[in-house]
């Protein structure tokens, strides 16, 4: 079963910039958009960005100004760079990937720790 697989998590101070990937294990078929969503303990999961296979882009108003979402088609693999980190940044992020087909691939989440 094709995975997909969150890098790029870790601890940094805020202000600073973190850079996550999201690549799958395998080829994935009827790819329509990309995104990352994050969840903090206690609470929901939510939408942090997104990316279609047109390359339109949107964003939480948290987000806005701050991350940038970009895909490389060849390798596969979207990104979510985040600048200007603030401690309520801190969450896992999750990369979802959804296809023409209705189903929904999610990655395992990778931790960002934002400290003041």
């Known amino acids: 079963q094709v995975q997909l697989v969150e890098s790029g998590g870790g601890l940094v101070q805020a202000g600073g910039s973190l850079r996550l990937s999201c690549g799958a294990s395998?080829?994935?078929?009827?790819?329509?958009?990309m995104g990352w969503y994050r969840q903090a303990p206690g609470e929901q999961r939510e939408l942090v960005a997104t990316i279609t296979s047109g390359g339109s882009t949107t964003y939480a108003d948290s987000a806005k100004g701050r991350f940038t979402i970009s895909r490389d088609n060849g390798k596969n693999t979207v990104y979510l760079q985040m600048n200007s980190l603030k401690p309520e940044d801190t969450s896992v992020y999750y990369c979802?990937?959804?296809?023409?087909?209705?189903?929904?691939?999610w990655g395992q989440g990778t931790q960002v720790t934002v400290s003041s």
């Open positions: 979802c990937w959804t296809t023409v087909y209705r189903r929904d691939y």
């Open positions: 395998g080829r994935i078929f009827g790819i329509s958009a």
